[in-house]
């Protein structure tokens, strides 16, 4: 496995990688490090899905608001590059904030509607960042697949609205949500929570639980699922709601009562301490994916 931090030197390597698998098709993996299973289950899917793994290993500034934890956000690339290459990754890209944003950017890509809601309404012009990234990203390591988790549904939404609309050549290939044995979603920013906040932090792969046994009922409206979920989460008593909504999905618009979509999105941001955990299940009738 290579660890590359320059953009000509990966594009360089992809090249002649897709030369030596006689065209070989690349599968494209970005995150923001501090790997864990999620991760590496993105990993898995790709090496099963295409010849040549990159891997993106980014804290992208430009999708982080001036309050929120860029500086603190958990790295450790020794340990992430051991775990890429256990997992089979055949390149982690690894640049700099300066090969990334060598002058300040003049030029972003914004994704309308999707983005007005959830993570969109509480952390303004993150998705511009998430958006804008993707699409260098995209650019440089020109991937026939991309793979995305569910478990940030919402950028799911949009960055496969940002390939439609732009005719990106890329196929994006969303991947289940993994979990602790106990629920908990995983995230790099589980490893803020202290002992007591991560028990407590167990309401809310519950109150997702709560959530689809009353949508699949049919009996309560959309708000009272929202109240429901929300008063389930508030017997934490170290939990700090962000929202609770229950959504379409993919479109991430209202459910009116009475009028439930055929996919719908319970998903739900709550804060424990200085922690903000996102989790969310989608729910189709019939079946439903965490
Ligand atoms: P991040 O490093 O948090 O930006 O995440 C990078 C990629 O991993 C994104 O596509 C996430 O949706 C995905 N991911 C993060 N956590 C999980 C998880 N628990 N299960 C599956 N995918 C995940």
């Known amino acids: 496995m290579q660890a590359i931090k320059r953009i000509s030197q990966l594009k360089e390597e992809i090249r002649r990688l897709r030369k030596e698998k006689g065209d070989g098709t690349v599968g494209f993996v970005p995150t923001m490090g501090y790997l864990h299973e999620g991760h590496l289950s993105l990993l898995a899917a790709a090496k099963k899905e295409t010849d040549i793994v990159v891997m993106s290993i980014f804290v992208n500034p430009l999708q982080f608001g001036p309050n929120e934890d860029f500086e603190k956000y958990p790295r450790d690339h020794e340990r992430d590059l051991k775990m ?84 990106m050549n890329v196929t994006i290939v969303p991947c289940p949500t993994l979990r602790e044995e106990d629920g908990l979603a995983m995230s790099s920013r589980n490893v803020y929570l202290s002992p007591e906040e991560r028990k407590q932090a167990l309401v809310l792969s519950q109150s997702l639980r709560l959530a689809e046994a009353l949508i699949r009922e049919r009996s309560a409206s959309p708000d009272e699922v929202r109240r429901r979920v929300e008063e389930h989460i508030r017997t934490a008593q170290l939990a700090d709601i962000d929202y609770v909504e229950l959504l379409s999905y993919p479109e991430l618009a209202p459910v009116q009562p009475g009028q439930m979509p055929p996919s719908v999105i319970i998903a739900l941001a709550v804060k424990f301490g200085k922690t903000r955990l996102i989790d969310n299940l989608i729910i189709e009738m019939g079946n439903s994916h965490v």
């Open 84 to 167: 890429a290459e256990a997992a089979g990754a055949d390149i982690v890209f690894l640049p700099e904030t300066s090969e990334m944003y060598p002058r300040p950017i003049k030029t972003t890509v914004s994704v309308a509607e999707v983005t007005e809601r959830l993570c969109g309404a509480s952390r303004p012009g993150h998705f511009d960042g998430v958006a804008t990234v993707v699409t260098k990203l995209f650019n440089i390591v020109q991937p026939d697949k991309a793979f995305f988790g569910m478990k940030d549904a919402q950028q799911v939404a949009v960055i496969r609205r940002m390939v439609d609309d732009l005719n």
